[in-house]
């Protein structure tokens, strides 16, 4: 039954139970601040509130106090309170206390035979030594069985993470114990783990997973495998969808799906789990099965769904959480959804007490809650006013999501996606159709391939519409609102969310607010959306907004045709500026270096384009990124050049002079040390519309040095500012140059502080107009009057 049917046949909201409500508080509450302070506040909370609570009852009793509803309340808390400071504070202490942890604080190194208890995580890094823009390397949660630092043996049983490489470490299963070595990194803050291993050389001693790990592990492979009778993002999006599997995701969906509102669907989520359970349900009573059976069913689905997915805390989770869901929307028992979304709480934190300060617990929580008690509301509020039951239901599920889960988004991430519920309301009819088929090719998989592969075609319309949905979404100026980060700017989010919920119930206040947002469109949207008309006729030079990283056009006199240096550090961005500027061909695309930030992106430089060759200088560090560029090359089929000192090229109103590098290292030198990469960037001068440019890729003081010794004439009207503006550069180098325009080609929030103010500074004192990609986004420079000038579209 939906939630519009159930108010079809009530319309009178149910009251809701809340007397498990403090109590479940009580166990969360109390077990974050364990966490986050010391194992002595749950022992202090707990052991208090169970005091007062007996206290309570007691005077009740003597006063004759005839309530039902009190006397279970206070019981509960009284029994909660007693177990958090029994069960919860000893587990606490251990963690905190583990013998591991002073170790861990000085780095040094250990032996540790551990048991695997999730499925190993992917780190996408652009910057990390592995893979441009993909999966570099695995964390890996584990309990340790044995432990042996700096030679001697130390008794512990606390939690750990592997950091690991991708090879070798990827395939463990939940269950497996393996002996791994490296140095220990403290552990996080508010987490039960003790320690994080920085693991070195590859896993010894492995055991055998149990039987139903090793099922659920070839499902999940059989459902990649059919998965590849889609186009490659569609194939990769799949997975995710259905069991949560998102290695073969890239890098752009990902974020796509994150600047949209719609990461969620990509997570095992009480969502799933309300699907696939909810599926079964509706099957058995469509063949008209009792309420028993079908319960039975539905049990057994969601046991089998998530052995598949895997026995983690967070799946765990996502089962307790889908089984309130299911209570409250499929049986239509909103009176009791309440008790047991509480119950369900309490429990998982008893259970594992570092759920309690997980930010997708709390988003699984309040995602919950606010299905139990705002969605019916509002979609009754609406119907009542004459909208049919089931366009009532599908606008207010996901506004009641969005307001909920917004202060917790907004804290984690520090910004706020301000298409999702509209990304959300275009993805919803497609979500349960395609985890549905997703599933059911998961369990086809092992014993019926073909039968998986149509099942995984029927679903693939899905995954591409829920792509453009997400692509489309995020690409809209002003999308993602940055917003502090943090436990101040979740509160201050969720203080403006109340406000606006509360304030909207008033029919004035809904005009005042409804008001207030025209004006906000009628201001903001034109300084972001209408004006400025993008790209300016004429443009010569574009930077284009990579995040932390270089991506530069340069334009020819033919339409649609540009020389592209350097790709950023993921697909995606340099592709979607690629677009913006009706870029279709690509004569030269050259790589400054072979750094992750400079060639991330160069896989989607050919998304939709014609590319002619690949230009790089005589640099072959690191080795997996130069392999890297060789695979993607010899795919499509482009040749892979070296441009030499002294070349010049030239192009119907574009020219680029090789100027550098002088700087010369050796492969095996520059392997150690990133700086001697950095060094050997090709440096290029250009001839375009609009001046002459300098692109200096990240060459750094020994390398400018070298070419101030070469007399070089580097006077340019344009100078990309070398290694995103680092203090990293000589003055007499930039004096040189004598920009007029200077860009900078850098990441918002960046942790290396670039630009750095120095540098800033010296560019200031030359007089020239500094531009930054962070700040200002895509910015293109064109000729205006015989002089360069410039055009900022806005992040």
């Not at 985890?435 to 029927?458: C, D, N, S, Y």
Request: net charge neutral.
């Amino acid at each position: 039954m939906t939630v519009a049917a159930d108010l079809a046949v009530n319309p009178a909201p149910t009251a809701h139970d809340l007397r498990l409500v403090p109590a479940a508080l009580t166990v969360w509450l109390g077990t974050l601040g364990g966490l986050l302070i010391g194992w002595w506040v749950t022992v202090a909370v707990g052991t208090g509130v169970a005091a007062a609570a007996a206290v309570a009852f007691v005077v009740i009793r003597r006063r004759a106090v005839n309530s039902e509803r009190i006397r279970a309340l206070l019981l509960a808390l009284l029994g909660f309170g007693a177990v958090l400071a029994v069960v919860v504070t000893p587990r606490l202490h251990n963690a905190q206390e583990d013998p591991i942890r002073p170790s861990a604080d000085r780095g040094v190194h250990a032996v540790l035979r551990v048991t695997v208890t999730e499925r190993p995580r992917p780190i996408r890094s652009a910057g990390y030594a592995g893979r441009a823009g993909g999966t570099s390397a695995v964390v890996i949660p584990a309990d340790v069985a044995e432990a042996k630092v700096e030679g001697r043996m130390v008794r512990s049983n606390g939690r750990v993470v592997l950091i690991a490489a991708l090879d070798g470490w990827s395939s463990l299963l939940p269950g497996q114990q393996v002996t791994a070595s490296g140095s220990l990194d403290p552990g996080r803050p508010a987490e039960l783990t003790v320690a994080a291993l920085q693991v070195r050389g590859s896993p010894q001693a492995t055991t055998e997973a149990p039987w139903w790990q090793q099922a659920a592990a070839s499902m999940r492979a059989g459902l990649r495998k059919a998965s590849g009778v889609l186009d490659e993002e569609p194939a990769g999006l799949l997975p995710g969808l259905a069991v949560g599997d998102t290695t073969g995701m890239s890098r752009r969906v990902e974020d796509e799906f994150r600047d949209a509102g719609l990461s969620h669907l990509t997570a095992v989520s009480g969502t799933n789990v309300t699907i696939v359970c909810g599926a079964v349900l509706l099957l058995l009573r469509l063949l008209r099965l009792g309420p028993v059976v079908s319960a039975t069913g539905a049990g057994l689905a969601l046991a089998g769904y998530l052995i598949i997915t895997g026995p983690e805390p967070s799946v765990l989770r996502a089962g307790v959480m889908g089984a309130v869901g299911l209570l409250a929307l499929a049986l239509g028992r909103r009176g009791t959804a309440l008790p047991a979304l509480a119950a369900a709480v309490a429990g998982l934190v008893l259970y594992d007490p570092a759920m309690a300060a997980s930010f997708g617990f709390a988003l699984s929580v309040v995602a919950t809650a606010g299905l139990v008690l705002l969605a019916p509301r509002w979609a009754a509020a609406l119907a009542r006013r004459g909208m049919p039951s089931g366009l009532a239901e599908w606008l207010a599920v996901p506004v009641a999501a969005f307001a909920v889960t917004a202060p917790i988004v907004a804290g984690m991430a520090g910004e706020l996606s301000l298409v999702a519920v509209v990304a959300n309301l275009l993805a919803a009819p497609v979500v349960a159709p395609a985890t549905i088929l997703g599933v059911l090719a998961t369990v086809l998989g092992p014993v019926w391939h073909a039968g998986a592969e149509f099942l995984v075609r029927l679903a693939g319309p899905e995954a591409s519409w829920l792509i453009l949905v997400a692509r489309e979404a995020s690409a809209v100026p002003g999308a993602v609102l940055g917003w502090p980060s943090g436990w101040w700017g979740g509160l201050l989010a969720a203080l403006v969310v109340g406000v606006l919920v509360v304030a909207g119930r008033f029919a004035r206040v809904r005009l005042v607010i409804a008001a207030g947002l025209v004006v906000v469109l009628l201001v903001a949207v034109p300084a972001r959306v209408i004006a400025p008309p993008w790209p300016p006729p004429g443009w010569a030079v574009v930077a284009c907004d990579v995040g932390q990283g270089d991506a530069i056009v340069l334009a020819t006199a033919e339409p649609g045709r540009a020389v592209v240096v350097d790709t950023g550090p993921e697909p995606g961005p340099v592709d979607r500026c690629l677009d913006r500027l009706g870029v279709d061909r690509v004569p030269l695309l050259v790589l400054s270096h072979l750094h992750a930030d400079h060639v991330g992106g160069l896989e989607s430089v050919f998304e939709g384009r014609t590319v002619g060759a690949v230009a790089v200088g005589a640099g072959r560090a690191p080795r997996w990124a130069w392999d890297k560029v060789a695979e993607v090359t010899g795919t499509h089929g482009v040749p892979l050049v070296e441009l030499p000192l002294g070349q010049r090229l030239d192009w119907p109103g574009l020219s680029l002079d090789v100027l550098g590098p002088r700087y010369v290292t050796t492969r095996a030198a520059a392997e150690k040390d990133g700086t001697l990469i950095n060094n050997s960037s090709l440096v290029l001068r250009g001839h375009t519309s609009a001046g002459r440019v300098l692109l200096t890729g990240d060459v750094e003081l020994a390398a400018q040095a070298d070419l101030l010794a070469a007399k070089e004439d580097l006077r340019a009207d344009i100078l990309k500012v070398p290694h995103h503006g680092s203090r990293y550069s000589l003055p007499d180098f930039l004096a040189a140059v004598n920009p007029r325009i200077a860009v900078v080609s850098v990441g918002g929030g960046n942790s290396y502080g670039h630009p750095h103010q120095s540098t800033v500074d010296n560019l200031g004192k030359g007089g020239a107009l500094l531009t930054r990609t962070d700040t200002d986004g895509d910015t293109a420079i064109f000729p205006l009057d015989d002089n360069p000038a410039i055009l900022r579209r806005g992040r």
